[in-house]
């Protein structure tokens, strides 16, 4: 069974800053590996995934992810955030022969001015 | 229009009482989900449903029913609501190629329970 720890609940910062939100999972297979946002009274939308090759990932909106194998990580980074980017983001994990998504428990980003 | 529609939106309901919420999309796909999202804990899937006639459990189906009535249809019932299943419950889809695709997700029902 895979898991998926997002150790930060919730991570101010300020416009133009950047940013990296966490995500370390834990799995015996190989995995997929996904970032989801969700915006104020929204359902969740792809920001990136990790199928394979490259570990660096780039998504919408200036996101990118990098994967390690190593340290089972997949931090998402933003070098320079917008107060739109005010959201909460999940990682989520999927092993590669079904189709069963695990999300972490979300980190809620705040951007102010 | 959306391609992932949740209806109703909102739904408050006494305890004991059946709920029905429904699922529908245009997106052609095979696969569809329910799960709850309770702040702190992200969201756990409640069934799934990989075609017409597969239905399967999720990590909290207990409380829970579902039916597939037709490709685009899947609907989440609660035989007799508790006020700890008040929740924001989502639908979601994708495509049936494998574990790579990822899943389109509804806008939500907010359901509370009292």
């Known amino acids: 069974a895979q898991s998926v720890t997002q150790l930060d609940s919730q991570v101010p910062v300020f416009e133009e800053a950047p940013v990296e939100l966490r995500c370390n999972y834990s799995?015996?297979?190989?995995?997929?590996l996904f970032w989801y946002v969700q915006y104020p009274n929204q359902g969740l939308q792809l920001l990136l995934k990790?199928?394979?090759?490259?570990?660096l990932v780039k998504g919408i909106n200036g996101f990118e992810a990098e994967f390690n194998k190593s340290q089972t990580s997949f931090h998402l980074r933003k070098p320079s955030v917008h107060i739109s980017d005010t959201a909460e983001y999940f990682c989520?994990?999927?092993?590669?022969?079904?189709?069963?998504?695990?999300f972490g428990t979300g980190t809620r980003l705040l951007v102010s001015p | 229009d959306a391609d992932v529609t949740q209806t109703p939106r909102n739904r408050i309901t006494k305890t004991g009482k059946r709920i029905m919420l429904e699922c529908s999309q245009t997106?052609?796909?095979?696969?569809m989900y329910w799960y709850r999202q309770d702040p702190g804990l992200g969201l756990r899937l409640i069934y799934y449903?990989?075609?017409?006639?597969?239905?399967n459990k999720g990590e909290i189906s207990d409380g829970y029913s579902v039916s597939r009535q037709a490709q685009a249809k899947f609907s989440l019932s609660l035989e007799s609501a508790i006020p700890n299943q008040t929740a924001l419950y989502f639908c979601?889809?994708?495509?049936?190629?494998?574990?790579?695709?990822?899943?389109?997700f509804g806008d939500g029902t907010r359901l509370s329970i009292l």
């Open positions: 979601a889809t994708s495509a049936g190629q494998g574990a790579s695709q990822p899943q389109h």
């Open positions: 799995s015996s297979v190989s995995v997929y």
């Open positions: 990790y199928l394979s090759g490259s570990t």
């Open positions: 989520a994990v999927s092993d590669q022969s079904f189709q069963k998504l695990v």
């Open positions: 997106k052609g796909h095979d696969r």
């Open positions: 449903s990989f075609d017409v006639k597969d239905i």
